[in-house]
T-cell receptor
Framework: NAGVMQNPRHLVRRRGQEARLRCSPMKGHSHVYWYRQLPEEGLKFMVYLQKENIIDESGMPKERFSAEFPKEGPSILRIQQVVRGDSAAYFC???????????FGQGTRLTVV | KNEVEQSPQNLTAQEGEFITINCSYSVGISALHWLQQHPGGGIVSLFMLSSGKKKHGRLIATINIQEKHSSLHITASHPRDSAVYICAVNREGYGGATNKLIFGTGTLLAVQP
């Protein structure tokens, strides 16, 4: 049973480009969470999704950021028109149910140049 | 004031020492997590607990719900324990608790040989 898989591990984008970050949850897990870790800051919740539904996106910036978790395939965090301030580590976690232990992926480190 | 506070922020220990990292929180919670993050690495869930005490190998986690306080102990510390240790909580009563975690800022532990 593979763990939570995130790809790519490292992503470099120029200002104005789009970044797409992927997260494949553990087998049997239908709850996915995205967190962001800005340089020199702690982790912050971004969004909570179940299959085909966004449950809580209260931590998502209002513009340029979106997330989805389709019926088939991985969860995607999409950042349009990236800016330098988007440079961060983005972590995904999954759990089998709403309030059970979540397992984290290795993260995607986004660098905007 | 952060809803989850950790102390100390930085900790240097000699190999073999007993280590304690503390976490205090100011919100109602349904569970508390201790996480480990190596520099540039992913996040590993060490413990999820809602009461009492848990032990795994050389690691022990305790929680006092009345005092809103948790501790992570490492016995017989080793250089490979060097990492950032992060406390996080599931907030209670937020439409039912979820893994919308609130994180502490982490404790950077360095164990010297």
């Amino acid at each position: 049973n593979a763990g939570v898989m995130q790809n790519p591990r490292h992503l470099v984008r120029r200002r104005g480009q789009e970044a797409r970050l992927r997260c494949s949850p553990m087998k049997g897990h239908s709850h996915v969470y995205w967190y962001r870790q800005l340089p020199e800051e702690g982790l912050k919740f971004m969004v909570y999704l179940q299959k085909e539904n966004i449950i809580d996106e209260s931590g998502m910036p209002k513009e340029r950021f979106s997330a989805e978790f389709p019926k088939e395939g991985p969860s995607i965090l999409r950042i349009q028109q990236v800016v330098r301030g988007d440079s961060a580590a983005y972590f995904c976690a999954s759990s089998p149910a709403r309030n059970t232990e979540a397992f984290f992926g290795q993260g995607t480190r986004l660098t905007v140049v | 004031k952060n809803e989850v506070e950790q102390s100390p922020q930085n900790l240097t220990a000699q190999e073999g020492e007993f280590i304690t990292i503390n976490c205090s929180y100011s919100v109602g919670i349904s569970a508390l997590h201790w996480l480990q993050q190596h520099p540039g690495g992913g996040i590993v869930s060490l413990f999820m607990l809602s009461s009492g005490k848990k032990k795994h190998g050389r690691l022990i986690a305790t929680i006092n719900i009345q005092e809103k306080h948790s501790s992570l102990h490492i016995t017989a510390s080793h250089p490979r324990d060097s990492a950032v240790y992060i406390c996080a909580v599931n907030r209670e009563g937020y439409g039912g608790a979820t893994n919308k975690l609130i994180f502490g800022t982490g404790t950077l532990l360095a164990v010297q040989p």
